[in-house]
T-cell receptor
Framework: NAGVTQTPKFQVLKTGQSMTLQCAQDMNHNSMYWYRQDPGMGLRLIYYSASEGTTDKGEVPNGYNVSRLNKREFSLRLESAAPSQTSVYFC???????????????FGSGTRLTVV | EDKVVQSPLSLVVHEGDTVTLNCSYEVTNFRSLLWYKQEKKAPTFLFMLTSSGIEKKSGRLSSILDKKELFSILNITATQTGDSAVYLCAVEGKNTGNQFYFGTGTSLTVIP
């Protein structure tokens, strides 16, 4: 099925551990995004990539790094996980860069990360 | 196949009108349905619905869930230009693990 695939679906980390969240899309979209969702809050943009080879910081980039490996894949790395990074993470893609209203995004199914 | 469908895709109304946005879903082992409003970069959370028939209300916005017919509506009364935004519906299911399914959004424009 066409869409955005995120792995893993669940992860529990200890404080200080590192991990990489993987995201791949097969719709030939140019732009990809990483968001986090915390209880009662909206989605907050962590990083985005307007096109292959470019990445930019979003609203809450601290503690994260990203890599746009190719047009399909956009990974999010936590170098030293902290409890404040406990959240649900969403990857998304779109045909063109849209930092405004996200009508027309395709979202992945989410990664629930707990840092203890 | 799990999916969330929002309608209409876009809507233009005049100030003072009442609008109803729709979200229908087919999601395995439903847990919750969430509504967001996005004007700029970050979508803002509006409502989370888990039980059928219980209306959630915040000012001029209200939402209700029908778990039998698998849909939710978001109502906005006495619309204002500040209501212009994309409204996003997301459904949380629990299949092999918790998963979220997003609709593509309804773009609402309120003209003076």
């Amino acid at each position: 099925n066409a869409g955005v695939t995120q792995t893993p679906k669940f992860q529990v980390l200890k404080t200080g551990q590192s991990m990489t969240l993987q995201c791949a899309q097969d719709m030939n979209h140019n732009s990809m995004y990483w968001y986090r969702q915390d209880p009662g809050m909206g989605l907050r943009l962590i990083y985005y990539s307007a096109s292959e080879g470019t990445t930019d910081k979003g609203e809450v980039p601290n503690g994260y790094n990203v890599s746009r490996l190719n047009k399909r894949e956009f990974s999010l790395r936590l170098e030293s996980a902290a409890p404040s990074q406990t959240s649900v993470y969403f990857c998304a893609s779109s045909e063109a860069l849209v930092l405004g209203p996200i009508y027309g995004y395709t979202f992945g199914s989410g990664t629930r990360l707990t840092v203890v | 196949e799990d999916k969330v469908v929002q309608s209409p895709l876009s809507l233009v109304v005049h100030e003072g009108d009442t609008v109803t946005l729709n979200c229908s879903y087919e999601v395995t082992n439903f847990r919750s349905l969430l509504w967001y409003k996005q004007e700029k970069k970050a979508p803002t959370f509006l409502f989370m619905l888990t039980s059928s028939g219980i209306e959630k209300k915040s000012g001029r916005l209200s939402s209700i869930l029908d778990k039998k017919e698998l849909f939710s509506i978001l109502n906005i009364t006495a619309t204002q230009t500040g209501d212009s935004a994309v409204y996003l519906c997301a459904v949380e299911g629990k299949n092999t693990g918790n998963q979220f399914y997003f609709g593509t959004g309804t773009s609402l424009t309120v003209i003076p």
